[in-house]
């Protein structure tokens, strides 16, 4: 199916800023998973989990100018059509938490709840309709069957390997009421005219993939998941975005991609060796110039479907 810009109502233009936002003041979370770190060339990584980028500040930057231009791009935060008297919404993979705080202001008559890995370090609150909770998907949610009107989960790409999706989907459908709705919104290895820098990249991106067990591929079809985890009235719209052309999206989209494979640095260079730092960085520096040449886009999917 091909994107449409969801109906959803156009935030003010100070709301849509697409500037790297800083967190503020940090809380103490319910964080019963203790996730020990490695440092690898000045990056915070968590040592005991699959997730492969990077778990610090410059991270959590990147993840809110993420949101804020995905949130512009597909004209709101959701597509999924809930209810909007909805009472409890779930986030899977939840980041900085800034999905949840904008979902808590939007519905002041839910219980929006985030969760993620790491949630100690998610920026505090004043909104009393949200809190967050340290968990793995893979491992079980810490939650009861049918006690979230609406879930959604977003860019897990790279925290979750191919063998886990299934069972991580059928968690988000075990907590789902009935009558209540799951959205994925994720990125695969979905590049439209491509030259050979991209290829490189992409290649270094498949083989460390084929090493740690993810497979991004898989990710164009996100409707399949929620078809075979029982759920109906499932549709899948594909988000085409150009990479650093194009105008004021592309450039955004650009420097998002940038640092997505920046973040992939550790990985490919130090933790699997397959490519000098110097030879990622020559391609990665000239990634913009190529894509711009190439008019290279980017496909982003968003899949949603009902529980009954």
Not at 121 to 145: E, K, M, R, W
Request: proline fraction near 5%.
């Amino acid at each position: 199916m091909a994107f449409r810009l969801f109906g959803k109502k156009k935030l003010p233009a100070a709301q849509t800023t697409s500037r790297l936002t800083s967190l503020p003041q940090t809380i103490a979370q319910e964080d019963p998973i203790q996730s020990k770190e490695k440092i690898i060339s000045g990056r915070r990584f968590l040592s005991n989990e699959d997730y492969v980028f990077p778990k610090d500040f410059p991270e959590s930057e990147r993840l809110n100018f993420q949101h804020f231009f995905l949130r512009s791009l597909l004209k709101g935060n959701y597509a999924a059509p809930f209810s909007v008297s909805a009472r409890a919404i779930l986030d899977v993979g939840c980041g900085t938490g800034i999905w949840v705080r904008e979902l808590a202001q939007e519905f002041p008559n839910a219980h929006v709840t985030g969760v993620d890995l790491e949630v100690s370090t998610i920026s505090a609150s004043s909104l009393l309709n949200c809190h967050y909770v340290s968990a793995n998907v893979v491992q079980g949610l810490p939650f009861p069957d049918q006690q979230f009107d609406f879930v959604h989960q977003r860019l897990l790409v790279a925290a979750l390997p191919a063998k886990d999706w299934p069972r991580a989907v059928s968690e988000l459908v075990r907590v789902t009421k009935k009558g209540g709705w799951v959205e994925l919104v994720d990125a695969a290895d979905a590049f439209v005219k491509t030259g050979p820098l991209t290829e490189k990249m992409m290649g270094w991106w498949r083989l460390a993939g084929a090493k740690t067990g993810f497979d991004a591929s898989q990710l164009t079809r996100l409707d399949l998941f929620l078809l075979n985890a029982g759920l109906q009235s499932v549709k899948q719209e594909v988000v085409p975005v150009p990479l650093s052309w194009g105008g004021h999206v592309g450039d955004l989209m650009g420097k998002d991609m940038l640092a997505i494979f920046g973040n992939l640095r550790a990985l490919v260079c130090t933790r699997l060796q397959l490519v000098s730092q110097k030879e990622f960085d020559q391609t990665l520096d000239a990634l913009p110039t190529e894509w711009a040449a190439y008019q290279t886009q980017f496909h982003f999917f968003v899949a949603y479907g009902q529980k009954v």
